[in-house]
């Protein structure tokens, strides 16, 4: 039996033994689940520059094994040197959950809070193989927009979730939830925060870095705060940047017909933009 065979048997075993709801509670296994293959049949994130030099890659290291009980460091040391110097990256891809990943009815995650099973609900849309663009490397769309830098910040940020009441509120950092926090129905019962860079030292070296040594990640506009719906939200936000656009390059009344709408087309929704423009003072629009 190959490695992929193997992974399946014990992956069955598994789910056999655990409901989906179990292993939301769960959070980091008990157990150090075995490794698992590579999976070619899916998209997967491009190698990222080598930025760090020995020493920081110790640092980043260190920084991913703080979410492991230490008689697991050894094992995962090595393994996490050799995904950081593979792909730039340290994912933990051990670590990603055997269940399918794709947004359930809100009433199947084990939840204290209603709103809390809607954020789940969420996380797990945005990871779903048939909407994220590189779903285990945790990347949504934009080829870097992540929902969370590693499937660590994933298991422990749907167990915190599963366990918080409506006086709580979880406080996210790029992808690492840094704990529940004492606060009121009325609050937020998540504040998220992603790329907090200074501006001096945010260039796109920077942001790679940084990324790599696992103390930030680039969430876009709505993988990070776990609310993607794909072309129609930039069908949104672009509508009202170019009627705005109008408003203000436009004499009062005066029509837009026969006006010509440059784009440079730049982005993964680059067509769309054009296609805003028809429909929205068009009706229609033929490319």
């Not at 090595?78 to 809100?106: C, D, H, K």
């Not at 990871?127 to 994933?154: C, R, S």
């Not at 200074?198 to 993988?223: F, H």
């Amino acid at each position: 039996m190959g490695l992929s065979g193997i992974y399946s048997e014990t992956s069955n075993l598994l789910n056999s033994a655990m409901t989906f709801q179990q292993a939301i509670l769960q959070g980091i296994p008990a157990q150090l689940p075995p490794k698992q293959p590579y999976n070619t049949s899916i998209s997967h994130a491009p190698k990222r520059k080598d930025m760090l030099s020995p020493e920081e890659k110790k640092l980043a290291i260190r920084n991913a094994l703080r979410y492991f009980p230490a008689e697991w460091h050894g094992e995962l040391a090595q393994e996490f040197w050799e995904e950081l110097n593979t792909y730039g990256r340290i994912y933990m891809y051990r670590f990603r959950p055997a269940y399918s990943m794709y947004a359930r009815p809100v009433n199947e995650y084990p939840a204290k809070s209603q709103h809390a099973a809607c954020i789940m609900l969420m996380i797990q849309n945005n990871l779903n193989p048939a909407v994220a663009q590189h779903p285990h490397e945790l990347i949504t769309y934009g080829g870097n927009g992540a929902v969370f830098q590693n499937w660590a910040q994933y298991l422990l940020t749907m167990q915190y979730l599963a366990t918080m009441a409506n006086e709580q509120t979880l406080h996210i950092y790029s992808g690492h939830p840094m704990g529940l926090f004492p606060s009121s129905p009325a609050a937020p019962r998540v504040v998220v925060t992603n790329g907090m860079m200074i501006p001096n030292y945010s260039k796109q070296d920077d942001w790679e870095k940084y990324n790599a040594l696992g103390v930030t990640q680039y969430g876009q506009m709505t993988a990070g705060s776990y609310m993607y719906i794909g072309p129609q939200g930039i069908v949104h936000g672009t509508t009202i940047t170019v009627m705005n656009a109008f408003r203000k390059q436009l004499a009062a009344g005066e029509s837009t017909a026969g006006k010509i709408f440059l784009t440079s087309g730049l982005g993964e929704w680059r067509a769309t933009q054009s296609w805003k423009y028809c429909r929205l003072y068009y009706g229609m629009c033929r490319s």
